[in-house]
Nanobody, 115 residues
């Protein structure tokens, strides 16, 4: 069982930046996909960004050009750099890791964008 620990959330003003990190309890090897989801109050969970082991990256239209997903294999950690944040980005953010033997989720971390 792979455990994912998220960090980096918090309160930021509109226009600000945050970087979320998701650290896996073991090495990310073999076929893999990393992703970030978010769920705002009263809304369904939505995919924000994904990165495959082959380097294919996808972003939700609402974050394209503002968010960047990346993987640091040496640290078993993937990141979501979020720039130019707006109140609409307020949500609980979840990381997900797909490996050949299973799908694993982080516990969720709150991001609040407010003045």
């Amino acid at each position: 069982q792979v455990r994912l620990v998220e960090s980096g959330g918090g309160l930021v003003q509109p226009g600000g930046s945050l970087e979320l990190s998701c650290t896996a309890s073991e090495a990310i090897v073999g076929p893999n996909m990393e992703a970030w989801y978010r769920q705002a109050p009263g809304k369904q969970r939505e995919l924000v960004a994904s990165l495959t082991g082959r380097g294919t990256i996808n972003y939700a239209d609402s974050v394209t050009g503002r968010f960047t997903i990346s993987l640091d294999n040496a640290k078993n950690t993937f990141h979501l750099q979020m720039n130019n944040l707006t109140p609409e980005d307020t949500a609980v953010y979840y990381c997900k890791l797909n490996l050949i033997y299973g799908e694993f989720w982080g516990q969720g971390i709150q991001v609040t964008v407010s003045s």
